[in-house]
């Protein structure tokens, strides 16, 4: 049981991890100020870990944790949100036993080594979101969608979307093409030689196309990017000891490797055919998120990422499970210039100085070349060593300026999603949900995304804490 001495000792984000969050059927939101914009019509959904602990045993990382999704809804009589965990096989299994069962990313299944054997992973449902025009996909990379109904985010059940065959998985970091509404989408099987299956499908998630390529080992691959006519994977020198992971003798997290001599290697599909264009290598670095890509005039391909020098962001992801962290772990956002035809890097410039994470430009942007990149980051100040990212901004690269939303001291919030008004195009609105340390209650934010560094355009009160989450998207009407 926590006592109170140590609720006030405890890093004030941390307290959002501490229990598992509460379950809430479809509430009005009552608003704390200003009020909502006219033209916000549809629908925020977000996805992360809901709990970090089952039968008083805690999980082993951050990216363990059950998934809970968030829907806020808005309609002309205001906004009204839900909150309901992913009901995944595990998950229900789990509860019913009020116990963990199955291993994940960052922790072993309870229990001897023999009960350990092979054990497969509790899809954990917990890492982003993808709105189709009939039921909301929560993805996570190492298994299959489960499909949620769009309203009550009640789970409807696992999803092959036409073509996940047994195996196959689908990863949370899909691209869509606004202008001709496909979906790209790849997924990982682990093997001494691992397979990367690439998806396409239509606007409504149907995959019409796939393809299968080798990539060298298992690496950790979490996002990539569509830049153009192409698809581009840069794969970092991380790479798993299978035999310790498949067998129980060790998490897939710890049996991880950072390998820099292995370099970065670059992976280049052409988005008709999903073929492979070209493949490269670059110096070794580590990203978990491409911000965007595009190609210029002269044929390169321009690729912007949040880069680390190496894989420490995993071991602070991982203490962040513990309300406690410890690692520093710096992210810049980096500009990677390469020739699609060869894979060869020709150029990485730092853009930003300041740490860099879930960077995003407007959903009709993904692809091209985009003025603004929304993204999360640290007040200027913030120990990051001991900090979760507690700042929203906005990277204008015809300006060359950074625009920081000021949240406050204590209050922390989530990727920042980018809403177009439903009556005036030209009005861009930012909306977070925001975690406040100081009275523990979390809160949804509506910015002007022309003004971010002025006070929030409203602010919408939730009825129990939202834990940090992951990404999530927004669903107009
Ligand atoms: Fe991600």
Redesign the pocket.
């Known amino acids: 049981m926590t006592t109170i001495s140590q609720v006030s000792t405890r890093n004030a984000w941390a307290n959002a991890l501490a229990q598992p969050a509460q379950e809430f059927p479809l509430t009005p939101l009552p608003v704390i100020s200003g009020k909502i914009p006219t033209g916000i019509r549809g629908t925020l959904y977000r996805n992360g870990p809901g709990r970090l602990e089952r039968g008083g045993s805690r999980m082993g990382h951050w990216f363990d944790g059950d998934g809970a999704v968030l829907g806020v809804h808005f309609t002309s009589t205001g906004a009204a949100s839900v909150y309901r965990y992913v009901q995944s096989a595990g998950y229900k299994e789990e509860s019913l036993e009020n116990r963990l069962i199955y291993p994940n990313y960052g922790m072993v299944a309870p229990g001897s080594i023999w009960d350990r054997l092979f054990k497969g992973l509790k899809n954990a449902a917990n ?2 979101v993808l709105a189709l025009p009939d039921k909301l996909l929560a993805l996570w990379e190492g298994g299959k969608p489960h499909a949620l109904n769009l309203q009550t985010l009640e789970t409807l059940g696992e999803e092959d979307l036409g073509g996940l065959t047994t195996g196959l998985t689908y990863s ?2 899909y691209k869509r093409d606004a202008a001709t509404g496909e979906i790209f989408n790849f997924g990982v099987t682990p093997s001494l030689n691992s397979t990367l299956h690439i998806y396409k499908s239509t606007a409504s998630g149907q995959i019409v196309q796939k393809a299968a390529h080798t990539i060298d080992g298992v690496p950790v691959l ?2 990539f990017v569509l830049a153009g006519q192409y698809l581009i994977f840069f794969i970092s020198p991380v790479r798993l000891n299978l035999l310790p992971a498949i067998t129980g003798f060790s998490c897939f997290s710890d049996a991880l490797e950072w390998q820099p001599s292995k370099g970065t290697q670059i992976l280049v599909i052409d988005r008709q055919s999903l073929e492979v264009v070209s493949r490269g290598e670059a110096e070794p670095w580590y990203q ?2 491409f911000a965007n890509g595009y190609v210029d005039a002269s044929g390169t391909a321009i690729v912007d990422i949040a880069r680390y020098e190496d894989f420490q962001t995993n071991q602070y992801l991982k203490e962040v499970a513990t309300g406690e962290t410890h690692t520093v772990a710096k992210s810049h956002l980096s500009r990677v210039s390469l020739n699609p035809q060869t894979g060869k890097v020709t150029k990485i410039e730092k853009v930003l100085d300041s740490h860099c994470e ?1 960077p995003t430009v407007p959903p009709e942007n993904v692809g091209k070349v985009s003025r603004y990149t929304y993204l999360s980051t640290f007040r200027p100040g913030t120990d990051i060593s001991k900090e979760v990212l507690n700042a929203l901004a906005r990277y204008d690269r015809d300006t060359d300026t950074l625009t920081i939303a000021s949240v406050g001291e204590n209050c922390y919030p989530s990727e920042p999603i980018y809403i177009q008004d439903s009556e005036n195009k030209d009005k861009v609105w930012v909306i977070t949900v925001v975690y406040d340390g100081k009275f523990n209650t979390s809160e949804v934010w509506i910015y002007d995304a022309d003004k971010l560094d002025a006070e929030p355009v409203c602010k919408l009160e939730l009825p129990h804490v939202i834990p940090h989450s ?2 999530g998207t927004w669903k107009p009407n």
């Open positions: 890492t982003s949370a970091h979490h996002d978990w998120h879930f992951f990404h």
